[in-house]
């Protein structure tokens, strides 16, 4: 990677396999549109990041905040009902350089928690 983006698929696929993600290249080649969307799944969340070659940075995280199931009967049928709620949160960026890809990559757990909410963040500190 370089001091400013480059769209380079092949080593932004790379870096997303390398953390778990089940990477999406189809449109990775489509030129000044080009993105590559990754999915991975932990526990009860999901995360969907997409970037793009405009330097776009997209990370969605869904999670289950609650869940409950019952029984009941229709007509005769016996049957199970399963309500989920959940929580989406995005994080949107456009990256100044191919190293920051990585980093936001890694910060993602610590930005959203296993619940989909946001964590409070340190304000950085100042020189």
Do not use: C
Request: aromatic share 6%; charged share 25%.
């Amino acid at each position: 990677m370089s001091a400013r983006f480059v769209w380079d698929p092949t080593a932004l696929a790379e870096i997303l396999r390398q953390r778990g993600y089940d990477v999406d290249v189809a449109d990775a080649w489509l030129g000044e549109g080009g993105s590559i969307a990754a999915r991975r799944e932990r526990s009860d969340r999901a995360q969907l990041v997409v970037v793009d070659a405009g330097a776009r940075f997209k990370a969605e995280t869904t999670a289950i905040v609650a869940d409950s199931s019952w029984r009941a009967e229709i007509a005769g049928v016996e049957i199970r009902v399963v309500e989920t709620e959940q929580r989406t949160t995005t994080v949107t960026a456009s990256l100044p350089n191919g190293e920051a890809f990585g980093t936001l990559l890694d910060a993602l757990d610590q930005i959203v928690g296993s619940r989909g909410e946001l964590l409070p963040q340190q304000p950085e500190p100042r020189s």
